[in-house]
């Protein structure tokens, strides 16, 4: 969530217009004032200071099911599910009871767990390349350590990432979108130094031929490509047919490893992540978001010999305080398994379709340039006639559209990411009527973004 595509639209605010007749935020604007003094922007994660959308973030107060509320007790039909995670809905019985019934065991060890045992074993069942697994608390952790990794067994040290594509904050990954074909690295925050990223290549998403520009200039010493097989963190973009078939072969040709980020896409698109949708294996997969079901839990895994090289098998180090948590992997396999049981993805499927659409039967009504995407649990849409292939194409999409349409879905009680290169997130617990409101407040929105030129 909150890749730097929120530093653009920061920096040029000019066609918001926070609506007079929005929700009554009084006690979230004076939590919000406080929360300016304490914290940076007020917020833990930048995206959530409402920075490309204007106005003032809810502070919530709760959750139940597709709903949240905030501290002004306005109820909101949510669609960012704590940005992934919250693919059962919010507050679920059954993790909720999962996690009271592991706090009331002890909510931390630093030792081995069973729980730890069963949801590696059934990742390892749901995902065919994967053999073995290890816990982490973010995903940003596991796509730093899936990189340590792959240095660590090819004893090279470039890698290369698409731009657009968001895979944690760690420093290596923290570069800017570059420009042209597969330019070395600039880097996308003051703090990391050029010298940390000038091994980070960049290609444009769903561009095989800057890729294999890239191949040719840099193959025999790329570590690792690292992809989100489905972009999720520069608004949804789905890869062109072939693209990561061919990630696959230029990988195997030159002796690189190739990571599948689904962090986002993990037992969101697909039971097993997108890579069982494409029918691409990767050698190293990281996962978060879903398999935590709402606590901090990520992983990152792989086959057998090349997670063998991780300590304390391997020479390669990494280690956490509180990884494999005991709370976050009860939540976790209790998401898994539900997720698991059958008609699960065909449910959360239909549902998603139908929002999309709905939402582009709606746009085309109001006479709007408008494009959108779903697979699985995940969607998005730009305003742009389409196709967005990549980061360049996205960041054509009309800004001041987006920012009346969300200000006005928010109005009438429907939350959506308030950035434009944000995926949404639909859960098990969005019912048809939801969808029906959601598109009904559409109507009205489109018709407002219309009015913005
Ligand atoms: C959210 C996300 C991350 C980072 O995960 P955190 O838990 O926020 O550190 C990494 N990669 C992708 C694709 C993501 O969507």
Redesign the pocket.
């Known amino acids: ?1 909150g890749g730097l595509a929120w530093l653009g639209s920061a920096a040029k605010k000019s066609a918001m217009a926070p609506p007079s007749s929005g929700p009554d935020l009084t006690r979230s604007k004076a939590l919000f004032r406080k929360a300016k003094r304490l914290i940076p922007g007020g917020v833990n994660s930048p995206v959530r200071a409402f920075g490309s959308v204007g106005g003032t973030p809810p502070f919530i107060a709760s959750g139940k099911g597709a709903h949240i509320t905030d501290v002004d007790g306005n109820r909101y039909l949510d669609y960012v599910g704590s ?2 995670p919250l693919v059962l809905g919010h507050a679920d019985p059954g993790v909720l009871r999962a996690v009271k019934k592991a706090a009331s065991a002890g909510t931390s060890f630093g030792a081995p767990t069973e729980a730890e045992v069963e949801i590696a074993e059934l990742l390892c069942k749901a995902v065919p390349s994967l053999q073995q697994v290890r816990f982490v608390s ?4 596991a ?1 730093m350590s899936a990189i340590r990794l792959a240095r660590g067994a090819t004893g090279r040290k470039k890698i290369l990432k698409f731009a657009g594509c ?3 904050h760690s420093d290596a990954l923290l570069v800017g979108a570059g420009s042209g074909v597969a330019t070395l690295g600039i880097p996308g925050s003051p703090g990391v130094p050029e010298e940390f990223v000038k091994l980070t290549i960049q290609a444009p998403f769903n561009d095989l031929s800057a890729v294999a520009a890239a191949f040719k200039h840099h193959g025999e010493e790329l570590a690792c490509v690292l992809v ?1 097989p489905i972009a ?2 520069m608004g949804m973009v789905a890869p062109t047919p072939g693209f990561l078939q061919c990630l696959r072969e230029l990988c195997d040709r030159h002796g690189a490893l190739l990571i599948f ?1 689904e ?2 896409t993990g037992f969101r698109v697909a039971w097993g992540g997108a890579q069982c949708l494409y029918k691409v294996k990767p050698d190293l997969t ?1 996962f ?2 879903v398999i935590g079901g709402g606590l901090p839990a ?1 992983a990152y895994g792989g086959r057998r010999e090349l997670m063998a090289e991780i300590a304390p098998v391997g020479p390669v180090y990494q280690a956490g305080t509180l990884s494999g948590n005991p709370l976050a992997m009860a939540a976790g396999l209790e998401t898994l398994r539900r997720m698991a049981e059958p008609g699960t993805y065909e449910a959360l499927g239909e549902k998603t379709r139908v929002l999309s659409e709905g939402l582009a039967a709606r746009a085309e009504a109001a006479d709007l340039e408008f494009t959108t995407t779903a697979i699985g649990g995940m969607f998005g849409f730009f305003f742009h006639p389409g196709p967005v292939r990549n980061f360049e194409d996205a960041k054509k999409a009309h800004e001041g559209r987006f920012q009346r349409f969300f200000q006005t879905m928010l109005a009438q009680g429907v939350y959506l990411a308030p950035s434009p290169y944000e995926a949404g997130f639909v859960s098990l617990s969005h019912r048809a009527r939801d969808l029906k409101k959601t598109l009904q407040s559409a109507g009205i929105a489109f018709e407002q973004a219309a009015r913005v030129r």
Do not use: P, R
């Open positions: 969530m940005w992934g973010s995903g940003t952790e796509t968001y895979h944690g989100e999720g963190n980020d962090v986002m990281t978060g978001k990520a």
